[in-house]
């Protein structure tokens, strides 16, 4: 509903240090620098550690997106990019720690705190290019915090798939979304993530299935993790 909205900044943080970032620079933007925006901020009920905020990952929080947890594993030759906004980025963390464990996947999480901002970008950059054709083409945020990143990007939402297809258009791999299209019947967020496929189990489910497609694995090693 926000993208209707020029002047809506939309935010969906998963920690403490994010929202405070967000906060202090819609302060200065809308009280110091007097512009004529506000700010949508979707904070959730569920109860979770707070990490502390890594380095450097201020201007990715504001512009969208930033790396929240490289792989650990630096060897694999199988690897992924899983995206995550607000709290179900918990469940990508422990899809992270699925796939390394149990299947040698290499998964980088990246925490993005607005779908918006990637796609408000991804457009000036597209409409600036069009009408400069014979200038050095600018590349959108998105575009550029993938650009060395290899594997597939499965993307987790607690919203309809359609938010984070958005910006598929400046993804350079393919991307495969999970979201919560339809009427949810559950008693429990547990229960309704089961529902929806958008757990831990369905987004290691959907990093195989996409490697697969990519014939870097087998459907039969698909077929056994469902099992």
């Known amino acids: 509903f926000a993208y209707a909205y020029p002047t809506i900044m939309a935010y969906d943080p998963a920690y403490a240090y994010e929202l405070a970032v967000i906060i202090r620079d819609g302060i200065r933007r809308m009280y110091e620098e007097q512009e004529d925006i506000f700010y949508y901020l979707t904070v959730m009920n569920e109860n979770y550690p707070m990490p502390p905020m890594p380095e450097g990952c201020k201007e990715g929080i504001l512009k969208g997106m930033y790396k929240f947890k490289a792989s650990e594993n630096k060897n694999s030759k199988l690897r992924a990019q899983l995206f995550g906004s607000g709290t179900i980025l918990n469940e990508v963390l422990k899809a992270q720690q699925l796939l390394e464990e149990k299947f040698g996947v290499a998964a980088d999480v990246w925490s993005v705190t607005s779908y918006k901002e990637l796609y408000k970008d991804g457009l000036a950059c597209e409409r600036w290019n069009m009408l400069h054709p014979t200038a050095k083409p600018r590349i959108p945020y998105v575009t550029q915090c993938l650009k060395d990143a290899e594997g597939p990007v499965i993307a987790a939402s ?46 290691t489910l959907a990093t195989l299935k996409a490697l697969a497609d990519e014939k870097k694995i087998k459907a039969s090693v698909v077929e056994k993790a469902m099992k």
């Open 158 to 203: 607690d919203y309809l798939k359609a938010l984070p297809e958005s910006i598929s258009n400046w993804l350079p791999s393919r991307l495969l979304t999970l979201g919560t299209d339809g009427f949810g019947r559950s008693e429990s967020r547990e229960a309704l993530r089961n529902f929806f496929e958008v757990d831990a189990r369905f987004i």
